[in-house]
Nanobody, 127 residues
Framework: QVQLVESGGGLVQAGGSLRLSCAASGRTSSPYAMGWFRQTPGNEREFVSAISWSGGITYYSDFVKGRFTISRDNAKNMVYLQMNSLKPEDTAVYYC????????????????????WGQGTQVTVSS
């Protein structure tokens, strides 16, 4: 299985940037897809972005497209989420999640595709 630890959250003003990181450990030699989800109090976790094992396919939710960029470095077992032009509505706890990938399709947008997740990192955007 894969263990995931997020970092990089914090407080930023609207219009600012943050880069989230997710470190994977454990059985990382098998291909695994990665995703970022976020959650606010009282709401379900929602999809933000996902990336295939090779990094060649990415998906974004409409509300972050053009502002966020997902990337990965398999040599370091790291996944990143570069967040630019942040808005107060981006305030949430951000989680990285993973599943062992036999194929990578739009099902990567669905939370129930994922088997592993971290503890989350808080992102707060002030207006």
């Amino acid at each position: 299985q894969v263990q995931l630890v997020e970092s990089g959250g914090g407080l930023v003003q609207a219009g600012g940037s943050l880069r989230l990181s997710c470190a994977a450990s454990g059985r990382t030699s098998s291909p695994y897809a990665m995703g970022w989800f976020r959650q606010t109090p009282g709401n379900e976790r929602e999809f933000v972005s996902a990336i295939s094992w090779s990094g060649g396919i990415t998906y974004y939710s409409d509300f972050v497209k053009g502002r966020f960029t997902i990337s990965r470095d398999n040599a370091k077992n790291m996944v990143y989420l570069q967040m630019n032009s942040l808005k107060p509505e981006d305030t949430a706890v951000y989680y990285c999640e993973a599943y062992y990938q036999s194929s990578f399709t739009s099902s990567a947008r669905q939370r129930n595709s994922y088997n592993y997740w971290g503890q989350g990192t808080q992102v707060t955007v002030s207006s």
